[in-house]
């Protein structure tokens, strides 16, 4: 069965790094593109990044970009989020999420359809 | 970008109830809206695709529909596993949340 498992979270201070990682299993994981989805302590859910299938294409929230890092290492099944100059409002669980995306003729829509446990990750000095 | 707004954001219901939770659209989206369900604690679980579409394993008391910019998720009869909070997501956005909680 897909298996993901967030590691790497922590209490690191404002201007911090931190790097996430998602080790998949049960599934081909070079066959599918991969999210990055956040929950900062009670608030809803906020899509972080995506990653194609191959690493070719990268997008992000416009509320990481510049930031925010993601990457994969298809011979690990394993995602990644290099998190650089971290702020309060970086605090959050962070859940990695397998991507089946769906759509019809050239549109692609994002589903996340299946997730890790989650990671925590505090900003705070 | 599209924004997706959620009603009610809080609903009491009783086991065997009833309910449904709506979730509309700022624009046109024809079918590509998907429900999830996120209990206390735990990661969100895909509950329906497509508007419509039941993800494997999925109970059939839960039912999605509508296109556009209005959709609804149902629950034709409450469980006490149902309690939960539900998104509707399309794309990289994702509602703001329907909390269901126990009368």
């Known amino acids: 069965q897909v298996q993901l498992v967030e590691s790497g979270g922590g209490v690191v201070q404002p201007g911090g790094s931190l790097r996430l990682s998602c080790a998949a299993s049960g599934f081909t994981f070079s066959s599918y593109g991969m999210h990055w989805v956040r929950q900062a302590p009670g608030k809803g859910l906020e899509w972080v990044a995506f990653i194609r299938y191959d690493g070719s294409n990268k997008y992000y929230a416009d509320s990481v970009k510049g930031r925010f890092t993601i990457s994969r290492d298809n011979s690990k099944n394993t995602l990644y989020l290099q998190m650089n100059s971290l702020r309060a409002e970086d605090t959050a669980v962070y859940y990695c999420?397998?991507?089946?995306?769906?759509?019809?003729?050239?549109?692609?829509?994002?589903?996340?359809?299946?997730w890790g446990q989650g990671t925590l990750v505090t900003v705070s000095s | 970008d599209i924004q997706l707004t959620q009603s009610p954001s809080f609903l009491s219901a009783s086991v065997g109830d009833r309910v449904t939770i709506t979730c509309r659209a700022s624009?046109?989206?024809?079918?590509?809206l998907a429900w999830y369900q996120q209990k206390p604690g735990k990661a969100p679980k895909l509950l329906i695709y497509a508007a419509s579409t039941l993800q494997s394993g999925v109970p059939s008391r839960f039912s999605g529909s509508g296109s556009g910019t209005e959709f609804t998720l149902t629950i034709s009869s409450l469980q006490p596993e149902d309690f939960a909070t539900y998104y509707c997501?399309?794309?990289?956005?994702f509602g703001q949340g329907t909390k269901l909680e126990i009368k």
């Open positions: 997501q399309q794309l990289y956005t």
């Open positions: 999420a397998k991507d089946r995306g769906y759509g019809s003729g050239s549109y692609y829509n994002a589903l996340f359809e299946y």
């Open positions: 624009q046109g989206i024809s079918s590509y």
